[in-house]
T-cell receptor
Framework: DAGVIQSPRHEVTEMGQEVTLRCKPISGHNSLFWYRQTMMRGLELLIYFNNNVPIDDSGMPEDRFSAKMPNASFSTLKIQPSEPRDSAVYFC?????????????FGQGTRLTVV | RKEVEQDPGPFNVPEGATVAFNCTYSNSASQSFFWYRQDCRKEPKLLMSVYSSGNEDGRFTAQLNRASQYISLLIRDSKLSDSATYLCVVIPRGGKLIFGQGTELSVKP
């Protein structure tokens, strides 16, 4: 398995533009997580899907952020409009959750810079 | 209070030293626990799971204290290559992975 695949790896955009981050989880995993990491705030959970359904989106900063998981093999995180304070590394992770929770595997992340 | 809290860092230790990290969690119904390692500008990767009876993997020992709601990681005979940020992870009922802020370890020659 290729692991969790995120794209793009790097994104530089101007303030006000729409940004879409993509994630392909590991096949067979039923949970998907979007995290944001900054030096100041560490690793923050933005949203968590289980079986393609959003379970907890309490970490989504505001209405400018939205996430979808149309099927078990694909998820997007969209920021519209983007702002400089959105600059961070965005990680997607997947795991298999159930009676026994297994480890989460992370993608390599998308480094977003909003100028 | 944060759901998961870790020792503040950074920890600067000489090679060969023993170093310990603690992590406390607030949800007593938490079910699963892990330690992750993150190298600079890379993604977090699993270091080890934490079992109720405690577990060891080479120079690394992880322990869980459910009564006091904390987990710990002990690294013996530190190597330069152990320099990284160590993140504790707690999974309450429901499957959401909650990370601590991370503790930076720097092992010096």
């Amino acid at each position: 398995d290729a692991g969790v695949i995120q794209s793009p790896r790097h994104e530089v955009t101007e303030m006000g533009q729409e940004v879409t981050l993509r994630c392909k989880p590991i096949s067979g995993h039923n949970s998907l997580f979007w995290y944001r990491q900054t030096m100041m705030r560490g690793l923050e959970l933005l949203i968590y899907f289980n079986n393609n359904v959003p379970i907890d989106d309490s970490g989504m900063p505001e209405d400018r952020f939205s996430a979808k998981m149309p099927n078990a093999s694909f998820s997007t995180l969209k920021i519209q409009p983007s702002e400089p304070r959105d600059s961070a590394v965005y990680f997607c992770a997947s795991s298999s959750t159930g009676p026994m929770n297994t480890e989460a595997f992370f993608g390599q992340g998308t480094r977003l810079t909003v100028v | 209070r944060k759901e998961v809290e870790q020792d503040p860092g950074p920890f600067n230790v000489p090679e060969g030293a023993t170093v310990a990290f603690n992590c406390t969690y607030s949800n007593s119904a938490s079910q699963s626990f892990f330690w992750y390692r993150q190298d600079c500008r890379k993604e977090p990767k699993l270091l080890m799971s934490v079992y109720s009876s405690g577990n060891e993997d080479g120079r690394f020992t992880a322990q869980l204290n459910r009564a006091s709601q904390y987990i710990s990681l002990l690294i013996r005979d530190s190597k330069l290559s152990d320099s990284a940020t160590y993140l504790c992870v707690v999974i309450p009922r429901g499957g959401k992975l909650i990370f601590g802020q991370g503790t930076e370890l720097s092992v010096k020659p």
